[in-house]
């Protein structure tokens, strides 16, 4: 939708929830933000419950939040408060992006961003260091669809390839090697996805099948699914898995491939939250807690997984990153690039994203600023993960494996 950008300076202050004139806001609710970086300025998030009063809304503030991010191409949100303009209810959603503070207009009543205006404001952002080392090593497992650092040894990744799961380590002698330690075909076809489980790795076969191998590649068990299958994760003790099928969401007993429940409906990707609840995502975007909350993104989902007990998905239109019962708070895009995005990496105050077969591209992760492109990043990548704690493992269509040495943090 298009929007008018207008020249207005919102103070400061009036973010936190001091009024400049009797109810000239409801109210604004905040949560601290997980600090990044010591100079980060303090970013402050806007729980998604409806203001009432002389404020009535059609539209929740999370959904408000979502839609001015996506307006503005990304962007870390930092307050949000309802105002009354001209007669009806409207939303003022300030944001980071990059080196600026911004203030979009949301009607309360439609959701349309009918404003985006720069507040005027610097934020204070540190030098991002560039990338170290690159080491690089052929993995001869033909086409790579995905790569998952291991849960047991943070030198290790499990790879999804054409005929199973390989097995790929960060080695340091002389120099840093890229060593590819095996390769388990499990007679399944091709693994879409992995997800690593203490001593081995669960997969997902384009063909419906779910597996579980112990580290020695052996087969522990492996059952037909009952749909296609879009997406797989472990509960945060590695007891469970949810896969998520055309059918539904349907919950493995890790331990022994025994389906263990369902939820109905088709679902196109699923995780567990820190609680042991599950998160769900729709093909529309839709994300749901069943029972719990509902948050609307209108998006298509890539991949979807909880990190630090933040929801994070990958998909059209970039990387969000989630409260559960809440709402969007940050949003990672190219920008002037339509860009979907099927894996991605947040360490410290990085983000990395992967456009399958195509890019890797750096954000910071406090103010969502684009950084770029990551330089030396060899052709086709398909999927990245974070390995041996610094560096950023990218598996590659043509089944190159490369590495980049991410710098070590000032103390």
Same mark, same amino acid.
């Given at each position: 939708?298009? %929007? ?7 103070? *400061? ?34 729980? !998604? ?44 959603? *300030? ?42 090593? @052929?993995? $001869? ?46 007679? #399944? ?46 509960? @945060?003790? $590695? ?19 025994? !389906?263990?429940?369902?939820? @109905? ?34 998006? %298509? ?5 909880? *990190?630090?007990?933040?929801? %994070?998905?990958?998909?059209? &239109? ?11 708070? &940050? ?38 600023? %684009? ?16 390995? &041996? ?8 269509? #043509? ?13």
């Amino acid at each position: 939708m298009p %929007y008018s950008v207008m020249c207005v300076v919102v103070t *400061q202050s009036s973010w936190l929830g001091i009024a400049q004139e009797p109810n000239q806001f409801a109210g604004t609710v905040v949560l601290s933000s997980r600090t990044a970086d010591a100079a980060e300025v303090e970013m402050r998030e806007v729980s !998604a419950r409806r203001p009432g009063g002389d404020f009535p809304v059609a539209v929740d503030a999370g959904l408000a939040a979502d839609r001015a991010l996506r307006e503005a191409g990304g962007g870390r949100l930092a307050g949000v408060r309802v105002v009354r303009e001209s007669g009806r209810a409207v939303y003022l959603v *300030q944001f980071a992006r990059g080196s600026w503070l911004c203030t979009a207009t949301v009607d309360a009543g439609t959701g349309e961003v009918t404003a985006i205006a720069d507040d005027g404001v610097k934020v204070p952002i540190s030098a991002v260091p560039p990338l170290g080392a690159l080491v690089t090593a @052929p993995s $001869g497992f033909g086409t790579i669809w995905e790569v998952r650092a291991a849960a047991g040894d943070p030198a290790v990744a499990y790879v999804a390839t054409g005929a199973g799961v390989g097995v790929v380590r960060l080695r340091r002698g002389l120099a840093w090697t890229l060593v590819v330690e095996d390769h388990h075909r499990t007679g #399944c076809g091709a693994t879409r996805q992995v997800v690593p489980l203490p001593g081995g790795v669960a997969g997902i076969t384009a063909g419906g099948w779910l597996f579980r191998l112990d580290e020695a590649g052996r087969m522990r068990w492996q059952t037909r699914l009952p749909a296609a299958a879009s997406g797989l994760a472990a509960d @945060p003790v $590695g007891e469970r898995l949810v896969i998520a099928t055309n059918a539904g969401a349907v919950e493995i007993d890790a331990a022994t491939g025994a !389906a263990v429940g369902v939820v @109905p409906g088709s679902v196109r990707a699923a995780a567990y939250l820190p609680d042991g609840d599950l998160v769900l995502a729709g093909h529309c975007g839709l994300l749901t807690v069943p029972g719990r909350w509902s948050c609307p993104t209108g998006e %298509y989902p890539e991949r979807m997984w909880v *990190q630090d007990g933040r929801i %994070y998905v990958a998909g059209v &239109g970039g990387l969000k990153e989630i409260l559960a019962g809440e709402g969007v708070v &940050g949003r990672w895009s190219v920008p002037g690039a339509e860009v979907v995005v099927e894996s991605a990496v947040v360490t410290g105050d990085r983000v990395f994203t992967c456009a399958s077969g195509s890019r890797v591209d750096e954000h910071t992760y406090a103010t969502a600023g %684009y950084t770029g492109p990551v330089d030396g990043m060899p052709d086709g990548p398909e999927s990245i993960t974070l390995i &041996g704690g610094s560096w950023l493992l990218a598996a590659h269509r #043509c089944g190159l494996l490369s590495a980049h040495q991410l710098p070590t943090p000032a103390r």
